[in-house]
């Protein structure tokens, strides 16, 4: 059994002082949606999470799904998980009234997905593609598909799925073969085959509701003519009831290396003269339409790397504090000690906490401007919050699950020997983290929209923007150390040298993109995952600056956990910022491209 304790504190911390719910409180719609509310929210979630989803982790990598005749067989005990998640009306948490929702914030709904998927990640899965098709709907779904299948969705009676990927057709969309042909009675007859289809099919709710790409007969070639449908597994009647079983089937599951109590499937459409669908917004603008699902599971997978990396140090820490083994090199013990205390033991753990605390940050500041983006009364407050919204998604994504795969890895390093070993799951955690670097779009993938679209199409505006804001934050780094303890000190004067170089390389590498993109863009995108890399250290140290100037200044509050906080900063500016200059120079060595192209593809 997976003993996991969701980190409340830190993650109201992080709402209160980093993320500025007051400043979502105070938005329309958004009035119930205090610290308060946040925190009663959080220790609810914390139970479900810990005490339901939680303990079937290890079962569900254990005891995978099962295929058999076009049915799907969750995980015993993922039914009636999934019966409490949606009696407790966590799939409503952040969307709207109007259709059974609780009508909150993304950013208190943020850390509830987080515990969701530390707990247990097959299961979220479920959930978090729910989530998308909900947006889906609720931006591009006519009044008569909202009303039909929202409240079913928010209530988590029926789960959605996205199907993009074709055998034929990955990342590249333009590729997609689907069909919708018009069937004359306002319906269209959908057909052809999808793969990697998460929760395609199971046995945990009554109707599964697939958004679907494909291609109208007279649309034009490429990405401009793929369509969005709506094509449940049952048919709804005019009453809402279920109707007859509709023309998609399930052909099979994947085996998979992680992830395995997830039914990752394959399926088959039209097989039977068409399965029945119905056009989400209009014709051609479905890949539009399908993004807006897509970020939402970017956004999520991001969560995912955070979940993961929280569950695999956790599990680090309790076995380093009761494996003894070894004296300590500096002579203080005769025998020997837990090995909590050598020190590349707690290298490893600090490197863990430290990864983990500034992504959380920085995807928690981040849902915070999605929240700013869609519901500030100013326009202009809008377009901005959305801008900064759309620069991070990227690096939340990429970055935080690149780093989960460093934690759970050195999760496994910890235990030694027995991390190797299945029985103490910290090899469940690698595994599973595997897949969070490739699905919903690869690093690279997200590298290369944090270039192309997030940082050459405004001229590096939005990135400047956020180099601004860490230019204030080095100078309330300056302004606190007058009353700072004598020990918060060093580590306020060691943020400040390292942030301001990281900040300092944040700039040139911006500069070199912006410069050299158009010219010689094979040698921009060969440093993009560099970039994103790059970016993601420090915009997490940037937060755990902000993390560090709130610790001093209520440092006499919960000298416990803001000693910690200062410490895990320090931690950070040493051994992580610095890391940001051997990737700035191989961003910008890639100027000639010498090296990255001096191979021919036979020489391989």
């Keep these: 059994m997976m003993n996991y304790t969701a980190p409340i504190k830190d993650m109201v911390f992080v709402l209160d002082k ?16 205090t610290l308060d509310t946040a925190h009663a929210v959080l220790e609810e979630a914390a139970k479900f999470a810990s005490g339901v989803i939680a303990p079937l982790n290890v079962e569900g990598d254990r005891h995978p799904s099962e295929w058999r005749d076009g049915d799907v067989t969750t995980t015993p005990g993922f039914k009636d998980a999934f019966r409490q998640f949606a009696e407790g009306g966590w799939q409503g948490v952040m969307h709207p009234a109007d259709f059974g929702g609780h009508g909150l914030s993304k950013l208190i709904a943020t850390p509830c997905i987080e515990m969701l998927h530390s707990a247990n990640l097959s299961f979220a899965l479920c959930p978090m593609l729910t989530d998308g098709a909900i947006e889906a709907l609720l931006t591009a779904g006519s009044d008569d598909l909202k009303a039909r299948y929202l409240p079913k969705l928010i209530a988590a009676e029926w789960t959605g799925t996205m199907n993009l990927t074709e055998p034929q057709a990955g990342s590249d969309l333009s590729m997609v073969r689907s069909r919708a042909v018009p069937d004359g009675e306002g319906r269209y007859r959908v057909s052809g085959t999808k793969i990697f289809i998460t929760y395609g099919e199971h046995d945990m709710a009554e109707n599964i509701v697939h958004l679907v790409l494909a291609r109208t007969p007279d649309a034009p070639d490429g990405v401009k003519g793929i369509s969005l449908f709506l094509v449940p597994k049952f048919l ?13 089937h399930c052909v099979s599951i994947e085996h998979k290396l992680g992830i395995k109590a997830s039914p990752t499937a394959v399926l088959q459409f039209g097989d039977h003269g068409g399965a029945i669908g119905y056009l989400v917004g209009e014709e051609n603008r479905g890949l539009e339409y399908m993004f807006i699902m897509m970020n939402s599971a970017r956004f ?51 490197t863990m906490r430290a990864l983990t605390e500034g992504a959380r940050a920085l995807a928690y500041v981040a849902a915070m401007h999605a929240d700013l983006a869609h519901h500030s009364p100013d326009d202009a407050a809008r377009r901005t919050s959305a ?41 469940q955690f690698y595994r599973d983290a595997r897949i969070l670097t490739i699905y919903e779009g690869t690093t690279a993938i997200q590298a290369n929209d944090l270039v192309g679209r997030k940082t050459l199409r405004d001229g590096g505006a939005v990135a400047m923007q956020l180099a601004e ?65 790059l970016a993601g250290i420090v915009l997490c140290g940037w937060q755990m600056a902000r993390a560090l100037i ?55």
């Design 550 to 604: 709130e610790a001093v200044t209520h440092h006499e509050d919960d000298l416990s956990f803001y000693d910690a906080k200062i410490a895990t900063a320090h931690f950070y500016a040493d051994f992580i910022l610095p890391q940001v200059f051997a990737l700035e120079v191989s961003i910008v060595s890639g100027r000639s491209g010498e090296g990255l192209f001096a191979l021919s593809p036979d020489q391989f």
């Design 18 to 33: 980093l993320a500025s719910i007051d400043a979502t409180a105070r938005l329309s719609g958004f009035e119930e949606a």
């Design 300 to 350: 999520a997978v991001g969560m995912q790397g955070i979940a993961v990396s929280e569950a695999a140090y956790q599990m680090a820490v309790a076995y380093a504090k009761e494996r003894v083994q070894s004296r300590p090199v500096d002579g203080s013990s005769a025998g020997p000690v837990a090995i909590i205390q050598h020190p590349d033991v707690r290298r490893m753990l600090m």
């Design 387 to 427: 801008a900064i919204y759309e620069y991070l998604v990227p690096i939340v994504k990429g970055w935080s699950t690149e780093m989960s795969i460093e934690v759970a890895s050195l999760g496994v390093q910890v235990h030694g020997g027995m991390g190797f070993i299945e029985e103490t799951g910290a090899a």
């Design 469 to 533: 804001a860490l230019k204030r934050t080095l100078a309330a780094l300056e302004s606190v150390t007058l009353d700072a303890p004598q020990s918060a000190r060093r580590a306020i004067e060691a943020m400040r040298h390292s942030l301001k170089d990281a900040r300092d390389a944040f700039v040139r590498v911006v500069d070199f993109v912006v410069a050299t993109g158009r010219t010689d863009p094979s040698a921009v995108f060969a440093g993009s995952v560099p970039y994103l890399k």
């Design 236 to 248: 709804v009647n005019e009453d809402g009831s279920l109707g007859e079983r509709n023309d998609v």
